[in-house]
């Protein structure tokens, strides 16, 4: 099947625009690949010995060695959070796995991993966007021993994914091999978990009752199972060809899940520069895997924060996007999958529907994906259209089924749940923003009410609270944005506002903050830029002014005349409370130097990923 035209046309554009930026970053990238096959060569022998003076005698034989490759590990473990927890093992059996393809591997270095579940609606949310950032630091340090000829990258979530992408691609010369940790099993369904959280936010059951909820939805080892950003990470890594066939949501604690892990760093072996096939991880994400990543997001109705995490991942490439590219490729790329908030079925449901291989292979028959990529398997992306096995006990990959499994979860591009991929750009006088519609239903998409501001979620909370909310209203939540406080997940909102949503009012979000990848109901406008500490017109808003909020046209406009409009004052507000606590005292330089939301909200100030 031909590429489709608009796919065509939008990465062609891509392309055009990123020339520069990716030529410099490419004639790096040589640069740095030309300096010795194996990395440790071009260290002093005092440098080497220190460099291995900690490992048993079997692998100081082989790092003594200038030809054998040396695998980093990068790994964002702790035992807090359910979905890193699994990762403990897995430096010992890729180890193992070295030294039996005669390559070593190290434990290069530990990256933070906070949880937004734990974070979200508290202080220490300001932190989440920002720690992307730290996450890429923390992998240049690991990686900056030029120990390495290859990085295997184990995380899981929100930030972290990205982080190691962003650091990996700092060393775009390195091959690297992602390797998830998988779901945990399925628990309490999402409904039912989001109609405890309603009953809760009307005050109709207690805490304990909602704690339960949750202790019976977030039960066991591995990633949250419903779709948001955690699980589109592992979905884009898998569409871009940066993990093993069908990995992404095979769960932990189960002997292909660690099959699969000691054939990542086979894999990692066989692509490092003294294996049969050096690939490079920085020639890997080029302008053809940036857009099957979109599309990925968008045919699966993915995180809203990818609309972040994608720009600052290509820039960090040299590639250019920008969400007009997001727009564009959303009205021709169908919805094939529903999975919650988007449906009523969890990733492991999606996962045994037919999963990533029937997904991939769908999208490749009707022309929705380039084919022509590299990957970690090698020249092009029908590797990907398998599923892992497990033969008497040896790893085999197989066809992804040639069916969906569950036609309610997971459907072909012949018979899509939609024929967009749901996420629209919103402009008007407001600013630019993002919407996804994905879960939204049609007559909830488009909005026109008077504005109700609030600098804070906890001031809508509180006017709920107090019956103040039972309106048609836009809530209009500014100051949320990258360089007025980090940009904070307002997930902590949803279950008000589809309340009211439920009571038959008109409600929509407006902010330049952040939603949950969880979120969905409740048609928002996010990421509004410019911010409102940086003067953007959302700042303008008074309450009282009539909001338009329309998905269909792409309109986000108030509804003032536009001489009374140019003529107002943008307001400021005092943000003395976000400087302190929760160690937001150390992130006052990340505030300053954040980039808009469009652009990844980079801190980083290189040239080459800043305009």
């Not at 066809?399 to 899509?416: C, I, W």
Request: proline letters at 5%; a negative charge; aromatic letters at 6%.
């Amino acid at each position: 099947m031909a590429l489709h035209p608009v796919i065509a046309d939008v990465t062609a554009r891509i392309v055009a625009r990123s020339q520069p930026r990716r030529a410099a970053y490419l004639q790096h990238l040589d640069a740095a690949a030309k300096r010795g096959r194996v990395e440790r060569s071009q260290l002093s022998c005092t440098n080497l010995a220190h460099a291995f003076a900690a490992m048993p005698d079997t692998v100081k034989i082989h790092l003594k060695e200038a030809s054998r490759p040396n695998l980093a590990i990068v790994s964002a473990y702790n035992d807090m959070l359910s979905a890193h927890q699994p990762l403990e093992a897995f430096p010992a059996w890729i180890k193992d796995e070295a030294l039996k393809a005669g390559a070593t591997a190290q434990f290069a270095g530990g990256v933070p991993a906070m949880c937004d579940g734990v974070t979200q609606g508290q202080a220490g949310m300001e932190l989440s966007l920002f720690s992307r950032d730290v996450i890429a630091m923390s992998t240049a340090v690991a990686l900056s021993h030029q120990m390495f000829d290859a990085a295997l990258y184990l995380g899981v979530c929100d930030k972290i994914v990205p982080g190691l992408l962003i650091g990996a691609l700092t060393f775009g010369h390195l091959p690297a091999v992602f390797v998830p940790a998988g779901p945990m099993t399925s628990g309490m369904s999402n409904d039912e978990k989001a109609h405890i959280r309603q009953l809760y936010a009307e005050g109709k059951v207690g805490r304990d009752v909602l704690l339960e909820s949750e202790a019976q939805s977030y039960h066991g080892p591995g990633t949250c199972t419903f779709y948001g950003t955690a699980n589109s990470n592992q979905m884009l890594m898998e569409i871009m060809g940066l993990h093993l066939p069908g990995t992404a949501f095979v769960t932990p604690g189960t002997p292909l899940r660690e099959a699969l892990t000691r054939a990542a760093a086979r894999r990692a072996v066989a692509i490092s520069a003294e294996g049969e096939r050096y690939t490079p991880v920085g020639r890997i994400i080029d302008e053809k895997a940036i857009v099957n990543g979109i599309i990925g997001l968008l045919a699966t109705g993915g995180s809203t924060n990818h609309t972040l995490h994608l720009v600052a991942i290509a820039r960090a490439a040299g590639i250019d996007i920008n969400w007009d590219d997001f727009d564009e490729l959303s009205a021709v790329i169908p919805l094939l999958a529903r999975v919650y908030p988007n449906g009523k079925a969890d990733v492991n449901h999606f996962h045994a529907a037919g999963g990533m291989g029937f997904l991939i292979r769908e999208l490749l028959d009707a022309g929705l994906l380039h084919e022509d990529v590299t990957t970690i398997m090698g020249q092009g992306l029908r590797a990907y259209t398998q599923e892992p096995w497990l033969d008497d006990g040896e790893l085999k990959w197989r066809d992804a089924p040639a069916a969906s499994h569950d036609g309610g979860v997971l459907r072909p591009a012949a018979e899509p749940f939609s024929a967009d991929g749901g996420l629209r750009v919103l402009k008007g006088n407001i600013g630019r923003s993002v919407i996804k519609v994905s879960a939204v239903k049609p007559e909830h998409r488009v909005v026109e009410a008077p504005a109700v501001i609030f600098h804070d979620q906890d001031e809508l909370l509180a006017a709920f609270k107090r019956g103040e909310l039972e309106r048609d209203f836009v809530a209009v939540i500014r100051f949320q944005g990258p360089r007025a406080n980090g940009m904070p997940e307002l997930h902590k909102l949803t279950p008000t506002l589809a309340v009211l949503q439920e009571r038959g009012f008109k409600v929509a979000l407006v902010t330049d903050g952040r939603m949950s990848g969880a979120s969905g109901k409740v048609p928002a406008a996010i990421h509004v830029s410019p911010e409102a500490v940086s003067g953007g017109p959302i700042a303008k808003l008074r309450d009282g002014d009539l909001v338009r909020v329309d998905a269909n046209s792409g309109e986000l406009a108030a509804l003032v005349p536009e001489a009374e409009w140019a003529e107002r004052e943008a307001v400021s507000a005092n943000l003395e409370a976000n400087d302190f606590g929760v160690g937001r005292e150390l992130f006052a330089g990340m505030r300053s130097l954040a980039d808009i939301a469009e652009h990844g909200a980079m801190t980083f100030r290189h040239p080459l990923w800043r305009d």
